[in-house]
């Protein structure tokens, strides 16, 4: 008898859609999206947006960039950065509770600061966590981001977890049945980590049995997660 070969996973890339028509307000961010457009009138043009991983900061972040013509930096890279080149326009610091371990990336982010408020620029920086948290050794530094203003993106609600569920599986080219993303949405625990975690299994799964996602992947995914909890 000859063995049935195993469909082997072939990924197509992720490429997250990062356009302001992509981006999902509902009334858990809509806070937050409301004061990123009104960025020519942040509190000392400056401006901290925090929030969990898969939150959305980073995609809000491309929509701010967009509309306000500044760039966008990761904290982490910032050592090696030519900070007077950035600081002619606005910026974005991604990323900023990285660098508590990196000297040189907190000297860097103090300089950019000042001289990017100096010459009359916005600044946006994100971040899980808020910067009393983020364990800075620079007195400087952690004395400016901690009188920064900020915004908080909260947990989803059923909108806006189900426009997130629906927007991680086109990010992945994935046409799920149409029962999935509501019952994903009713069942799944409401977090936006969890929601990239079940697409990104569920996108595995059915790479795996070569079909695509149907409800009876998402009801067997999460049949084992609700009984443990």
């Keep these: 008898m000859t063995d049935t070969p195993t469909q082997l996973p072939l990924p197509l890339p992720v490429k997250p859609?990062?356009?302001?028509?992509?981006?999902?307000?509902?009334?858990?961010?809509?806070?937050?999206?409301?004061?990123?457009?009104?960025?020519?009138?942040?509190?000392?043009?400056?401006?901290?947006?925090?929030?969990?991983?898969?939150?959305?900061?980073?995609?809000?972040?491309?929509?701010?960039?967009?509309?306000?013509?500044?760039?966008?930096?990761?904290?982490?890279?910032?050592?090696?950065?030519d900070i007077p080149a950035l600081a002619v326009s606005g910026?974005?610091?991604?990323?900023?509770?990285?660098?508590?371990?990196?000297?040189?990336?907190?000297?860097?982010?103090?300089?950019?600061h000042n001289l990017v408020l100096a010459q009359g620029h916005p600044l946006l920086v994100t971040a899980c966590e808020p910067p009393i948290r983020w364990g800075l050794t620079l007195p400087d530094l952690r004395s400016r981001m901690e009188g920064t203003g900020s915004i908080s993106l909260g947990?989803?609600?059923?909108?806006?977890?189900?426009?997130?569920?629906?927007?991680?599986?086109?990010?992945?080219?994935?046409?799920?049945?149409?029962?999935?993303?509501?019952?994903?949405?009713?069942?799944?625990?409401?977090s936006f980590a969890a929601a990239q975690n079940i697409v990104s299994e569920l996108d595995a799964i059915s790479l795996g049995q070569s079909k695509a996602v149907s409800l009876k992947m998402a009801s067997s995914l999460l049949k084992p997660k609700n009984d443990e909890s």
């Design 91 to 112: 910026v974005c610091v991604e990323g900023g509770d990285a660098i508590a371990t990196d000297p040189d990336a907190q000297t860097a982010l103090f300089h950019l």
């Design 17 to 81: 859609a990062l356009g302001r028509e992509d981006y999902f307000v509902s009334s858990s961010n809509a806070l937050a999206v409301s004061m990123i457009a009104d960025w020519r009138n942040w509190v000392s043009g400056k401006l901290l947006l925090l929030g969990p991983a898969g939150s959305g900061k980073t995609h809000l972040a491309h929509v701010w960039a967009a509309d306000s013509g500044a760039r966008i930096v990761t904290a982490t890279d910032l050592a090696s950065a």
């Design 155 to 190: 947990d989803p609600d059923d909108h806006l977890l189900g426009a997130l569920l629906a927007k991680l599986f086109a990010d992945r080219q994935i046409v799920p049945a149409k029962q999935v993303i509501p019952y994903l949405t009713k069942h799944m625990p409401r």
